[in-house]
């Protein structure tokens, strides 16, 4: 059996508060899960919970209080180079225009640069904007921005995907068509041409979708985990998501099955969105 793409094991991440450095709290406590190369998993739970913190201990922007990270069967130490990191705001250079942003990566990584247009070129292709390589982000609508953003994450070949609520800014119709084609693109493997390092990209990528919408993820995953509210949060409940594919996200939220998962899900997910509403009143008064 092949290794897992990504592993976190045990993972407890204690910070210290602002105020007061003898002070602590435990964001996230005990939580394992491993995500298998070419799975869509969703995480969902309570606003505050921690989701975004396990995003960073996966990306190697945080390490964790304890536990450890393993990426395709090695330990993770610094960054993790084998994952694209897809932020909730746009992470686009607003001084460069959309090619430009795409082929940062690539430059960064010491691609040259007629190589790194063409292949950028591409990307910008595959999202719908082969018309708006010359536009700045501020020209671009946030559909359009989201696509670049996609852009410059696949362009770069990551073997695990990290999206941290990437469309949760966005209006519903614009939304859903994003949905779809992330699903198109992973489903399609986001296989590349052959680049300098003379390497074919090959099969579904491992993606680790952050949402706080249940029904997003059920339409988009493989398998959801639900996280407890904070603080100490950790994985309460995780669930298959047997929907056939290929799927359309509006077409697959009316089916029985759907709505048997989601009814499933949310009756595990509502005491904890109930707790994490109640904390924050506490915080506001």
Excluded at 4 to 14: H, K, M, S
Excluded at 102 to 117: H, I, K, Q, S
Excluded at 199 to 210: C, N, Y
């Amino acid at each position: 059996m092949s290794e897992p793409a990504l592993e976190l094991i045990d993972i407890r991440c204690v910070f210290s508060a602002k105020d007061d450095a003898s002070a602590r709290y435990t964001a996230v406590a005990d939580t394992t899960l491993r995500v298998a190369a070419g799975e869509f998993v969703s995480i969902v739970g309570p606003t505050g919970c921690g989701k975004s913190t396990l995003l960073n201990v996966a990306a190697g922007l945080l390490e964790p209080s304890s536990g450890s990270v393993k990426v395709f069967g090695q330990a993770l130490t610094g960054i993790n180079r084998r994952a694209g990191y897809m932020f909730q705001s746009d992470a686009l250079m607003p001084w460069r225009s959309a090619l430009a942003n795409v082929m940062a990566g690539l430059e960064y990584r010491g691609m040259p640069d007629e190589e790194a247009r063409g292949l950028a070129q591409q990307w910008l292709a595959r999202v719908g904007l082969s018309d708006f390589g010359d536009r700045y982000p501020h020209q671009l609508s946030g559909g359009m921005r989201k696509r670049c953003a996609l852009a410059q994450v696949l362009a770069l070949d990551p073997d695990i995907i990290l999206m941290d609520e990437p469309f949760s800014a966005l209006d519903v119709q614009t939304r859903q068509l994003m949905e779809n084609e992330v699903l198109d693109l992973w489903a399609g493997g986001s296989s590349r041409p052959v680049g300098s390092d003379g390497r074919e990209s090959s099969g579904r990528k491992a993606v680790v979708f952050i949402t706080h919408d249940l029904d997003e993820a059920i339409a988009m995953s493989d398998r959801v985990v639900v996280l407890s509210a904070g603080p100490a949060t950790h994985p309460i409940g995780e669930f298959s998501i047997d929907l056939p594919r290929p799927r359309d996200v509006a077409e697959v939220r009316v089916l029985p099955r759907f709505v048997e998962l989601h009814t499933q899900i949310w009756n595990v997910l509502r005491d904890e969105v109930l707790k994490g509403y109640s904390q924050q009143l506490r915080r506001a008064a």
